[in-house]
């Protein structure tokens, strides 16, 4: 952080310098740290916005469901449940093969 505003405030005064007005080292990091201040105020407003709109474009229709997605939604979870239960299964005959139960 120390780095950009050092890398700010000589930008400020190699500006300031050729423009033809030679302003103060004081009046020049003050000046690179308004215009820092701005930039980090913009990309604030900027990303605020840009997140906000993401969410809020539109309100999903709740008596009219997309039912090819809640048939993929529900099977998805049946399936992996059903690999649960097989992997336990499994896992159970395998214990009890290995500690001489069956």
Do not use: C
């Not at 000046?31 to 906000?52: D, P, W």
């Not at 809020?56 to 709740?62: A, G, I, M």
């Not at 992997?87 to 001489?100: A, L």
Request: no cysteine; net charge positive; glycine share 6%.
């Amino acid at each position: 952080m120390n780095q950009a505003f050092q890398a700010l405030k000589s930008i400020a005064v190699y500006s300031h310098s050729q423009a033809g007005g030679i302003k103060s080292s004081t009046e020049a990091a003050v000046s690179a740290k308004m215009t820092f201040s701005r930039l980090l105020s913009r990309a604030v407003l900027i990303n605020r916005a840009g997140s906000r709109s993401a969410f809020t474009s539109s309100k999903t229709d709740t008596t009219n469901p997309n039912w090819l997605q809640v048939g993929l939604a529900f099977g998805t979870s049946a399936f992996i449940w059903g690999l649960l239960f097989k992997q336990h299964s499994t896992d159970v005959h395998e214990y009890e093969v290995k500690k001489g139960l069956q």
